[in-house]
């Protein structure tokens, strides 16, 4: 079975520093992992995801993602935080089966960003 | 390109009446579908997928159930609302080649009073 734990249900930074949102799974296979935003009354929208290339991914809007195996990691990074960014945050890992999968979010993380 | 509609945005039902939420995909065929239910500080819940026209699987027990009658229409319904079905419900679809990342509709809020 699959997990995700989202250390944080809020953070709050200021525009213009390093936006830092965490992220550890738990997986009994090989994962596929993903972070999407959500903005208020709105659906979800995918950020980056990790396939299983390479380690450090690079999404829409400045965000990346480094999946660490040996931490169970994959933090989502931005290096400037801008107004915008303001929204939820959701990591999610996929349980892959033959022909669908299903994806299992963590609770969410609230980013704040003051000016 | 893909898209994906909900409607209705945002429906207000008293207890016990019917419900009916629709979804649909456009730019793909035979995708996985899926709803989910999105409670205020409880995260994402799904609630069923599909994987084809009249396969229907239910993640969890509740008073709701879906349908799947054309190969892009996933509908969500209940015969008798309960105030606890109040929630932000969100339809997504994946393909089936994998990795499998799920695209989002825009979501219906649904408010039963």
């Known amino acids: 079975a699959q997990s995700v734990t989202q250390l944080g249900s809020h953070v709050s930074v200021s525009e213009g520093a390093l936006v830092l949102l965490r992220c550890n799974y738990s997986s009994s296979v090989p994962p596929y992992l993903f972070w999407y935003v959500q903005y208020p009354n709105q659906g979800l929208q995918l950020l980056l995801k990790?396939?299983?290339?390479?380690?450090l991914v690079k999404g829409i809007n400045g965000f990346e993602a480094e999946f660490k195996k040996s931490e169970t990691s994959f933090h989502l990074t931005k290096p400037s935080a801008h107004m915008s960014d303001a929204a939820e945050y959701f990591c999610?890992?996929?349980?892959?089966?033959?022909?669908?999968?299903?994806?299992?979010f963590g609770k969410g993380t609230m980013l704040l960003v003051s000016p | 390109s893909q898209t994906i509609h909900q409607w209705p945005a945002t429906l207000v039902q008293p207890v016990g009446s019917p419900l009916s939420l629709e979804c649909t995909v456009e730019g793909t065929s035979n995708p996985n579908l899926y709803w989910y239910r999105q409670a205020a500080g409880r995260g994402l819940q799904l609630l069923f997928y599909?994987?084809?026209?009249?396969?229907i699987s239910s993640e969890v027990p509740q008073n709701l159930s879906a349908s799947r009658p054309q190969d892009r229409q996933f509908i969500l319904s209940s015969k008798k609302l309960l105030l606890s079905d109040s929630g932000f419900y969100l339809c997504a679809w994946t393909d089936t080649t994998g990795p499998y990342e799920q695209y989002f509709g825009p979501g219906t809020r649904l408010t039963v009073t």
């Open positions: 990790y396939t299983s290339a390479a380690t």
């Open positions: 599909s994987v084809g026209i009249g396969q």
């Open positions: 999610a890992v996929s349980a892959r089966n033959s022909g669908y999968s299903t994806l299992t």
